[in-house]
Structure formats: structure tokens, C-alpha cells
């Protein structure tokens, strides 16, 4: 088990910067998530930690070893990429076995490890089978019980869930969840879904074009993003954002009107979460506009109207029903709102 500490992390090709000035300690036994858009240095941050990447500066610490320099076979990582990578003329078995054979463990502890690594991802069923036999789902399983054989210090995933439907995905989510809770081991997590995110971090790290947006746990990321970027990516919906001016405390904006703020005046960007506002009568609400479209979800209906110059979603009752074109209110408690910089994005406090 180790701490990972990244001190002032660059990589460059160029003039392009893939990624700018990371510095961050995680915690032994952390299960970091590293979350945004494709292209915004996430995996090459990973990549540079697993050794396949090398810094253009700053220094990389696995434990009390620096390993900048080190070749990946000597940082005692196990990594699992988007694709399976398995060995299509092998059994489950000699997949899940391979790494103990390259690294010259002992024969005599191969098929307890193999077992007890096919065990926690139920695979034992399967042992006897070639990856062309097996699910999607099951392949992914094999690319995480041959990391877990392993017993690194540190477990590094690319993208994992990337290639399963949405059910398998939801399923597997779940199982890598338990593992980390079981194998205690400090995981560095890639993805862009950022509900894959939420449901599994202790911390996320929030990047963008290569820099690193916003440090925290899922609930405070969703609860106070650092910027208009953080409140757009995170949440499902994402938070609304509307544009408008901040004048003695009310904020006005096409279709919107929202008093008893603080702040100063000025061109702001008011948000807010759909689940936390509620459907009104018209002529009743901070925003009143038409009902721009209206999509059942099972549990909650949502509502969808355009104010401040942007699509704002709310979610209501779910057998809430009203035509596309009807008018509608939404009322917005003063505690639900966040208010950021017009200019900059940033958080105003």
C-alpha cells in the first residue's frame, strides 16, 4: 500500500501542454477519480505515474520511493485499460496467472492467488474458458483479476467501464466498488462519465485543457463547484446556469428574476440544480417562460424551459404533466442558487 504524491507535474509536447503544474498528494488507500473531457490530460497524467509517460518536470513519489525515472515494471503498479488487452489463445486461468509467471512469483502460490483473484470478481465458473467465450462484462473482470493477482501498491484504470452497455456498467461499477473496499489498495481512476465519478471516489480531481479545476469529494464538488465549468460538467442534468445582471441583490435575466442575494453588482451567472427548485404556476415563480419540452424519467418528470438566454431544467412530480408551449413558474429558493463570475467563471462567494 503507498501514497502517491505528483509535485508540480508537467508534460509538454512543444508548445502544446498536456498537462500544467499538478501537484497533489493521495492518500494511501485513496480511490482518487481523475474526471473531464477527452483531451484534458486526465490519462496522461495516469500515464505518467504508471511510468508510460515521461514528465516534462516536476517529480512523481510512489511510498517513500521517488520514481520519475524508474522503469513501469519497477513501480509495482497493475493497470486496467479500456480495452481488455487479454490473451485470446489462453484460458481465464493462464490470463489471470500471466503476471505472476513475468514477475517469477513462486509456482507454489500461483493457484491459490488465482483463485482467491477470480473469487472476488466471480469468475471461478470460468476459469476453463478463452476470452472469445466470455461476455464483455466477464473480459472486463479478467482484466481486473489479473491487476488484482498482482497485489501492487497501487491499481491504475483507464476507462474500464468505456466498452460495456449501460446494465453492465452499472453492475460492474458496483463490484469495483466492493473490490476497492476489500483490497484496500490506492487507485487512481480515469473516466469522463462523471457519474462513474461520483459513485465511486473519495476524492475527484476535475481537469480541463490540462489543468486541474477543482480538488474534493463528490459531495463537494456537486454542492459548491469552483466554476461555471465544474457546475456544467457535474451533475445529471448538469447544473443550469443563466446570465444575466446582479443589481441590489436581484438578479434579472430573460424570463428570470430571483431575489434577496448578496453580491456585487454586475454581469454574473446564476445556477442552480433542477432537483433543488419546483414547478410553480405561472406568473408564480423567479423564472416564468413556456414549457420547452417535458421528458418522463420513471421516477420525476422534467421540465424544461428557456430563461437567462440557456435551456434550464427542473424536475418535478413524476406524473406532473403540461403541454409543450404552456406557460409554467419555477420557484427557486435563495439557498439553492450559486453565483459565479460573468468574466471568469469563478465562484463568487
Not at 485470446?88 to 491459490?112: A, G, Q, T
Amino acid at each position: 500500500m503507498a501514497q502517491i504524491r505528483l509535485n508540480h507535474v508537467t508534460k509538454s509536447w512543444g508548445n502544446f501542454v498536456g498537462v500544467d503544474d499538478f501537484h497533489l498528494d493521495i492518500a494511501d488507500e485513496e480511490f482518487l477519480v481523475l474526471l473531464g473531457p477527452s483531451g484534458c490530460g486526465k490519462t496522461t497524467t495516469m500515464r505518467m505515474i504508471a511510468g508510460l509517460e515521461d514528465p516534462s518536470g516536476g517529480e512523481i513519489w510512489i511510498g517513500d520511493r521517488e520514481v520519475t525515472q524508474l522503469d513501469p515494471k519497477d513501480r509495482d503498479v497493475a493497470m486496467v485499460f479500456q480495452s481488455y488487452g487479454l490473451y485470446p489463445n489462453m484460458s481465464v486461468w493462464e490470463n489471470i496467472r500471466f503476471p505472476l509467471k513475468v514477475r517469477k512469483v513462486p509456482e507454489s502460490e500461483h493457484k491459490d492467488r488465482v483463485r482467491r483473484a477470480a473469487e472476488m470478481v466471480e469468475l471461478t465458473q470460468f476459469l476453463d474458458r478463452k476470452p472469445a467465450a466470455l461476455s464483455g462484462g466477464q473480459r472486463q473482470r479478467v482484466a481486473l483479476a489479473r491487476a488484482i493477482v498482482r497485489e501492487p501498491q497501487v491499481f491504475l484504470m483507464d476507462e474500464p467501464l468505456s466498452n460495456l452497455d449501460a446494465k453492465l456498467r452499472v453492475s460492474t461499477r458496483a463490484q469495483i466498488k466492493n473490490l476497492s473496499h476489500e483490497l484496500k489498495v490506492t487507485t487512481i481512476y480515469v473516466t469522463h462519465d462523471q457519474i462513474e465519478a461520483m459513485t465511486l471516489a473519495d476524492r475527484v480531481v476535475v481537469m480541463k485543457a490540462g489543468v486541474v479545476q477543482q480538488v474534493g469529494t463528490p459531495t463537494d464538488i456537486y454542492d459548491n463547484p469552483a466554476n461555471t465549468f465544474v457546475a456544467g460538467f457535474i451533475g445529471s442534468p448538469a447544473m443550469n446556469l443563466m446570465e444575466g445582471d446582479l443589481t441590489d441583490g436581484t438578479f434579472r435575466g430573460e424570463n428570470v428574476e430571483v431575489t434577496g442575494l448578496s453580491g456585487a453588482s454586475g454581469k454574473v451567472t446564476l445556477g442552480f440544480r433542477a432537483e433543488d427548485a419546483q414547478v410553480a404556476e405561472a406568473g408564480q415563480g423567479a423564472i416564468n417562460a413556456p414549457v420547452y419540452s417535458m421528458e418522463l424519467l420513471g421516477d420525476a418528470t422534467m421540465v424544461t424551459v428557456r430563461a437567462g438566454g440557456a435551456l434550464v431544467a427542473v424536475k418535478a412530480a413524476k406524473d406532473y404533466r403540461a403541454e409543450i408551449g404552456a406557460p409554467v413558474g419555477i420557484a427557486l429558493p435563495d439557498d439553492i442558487t450559486h453565483l459565479f463570475d460573468a468574466t471568469t467563471g469563478q465562484r463568487i462567494s
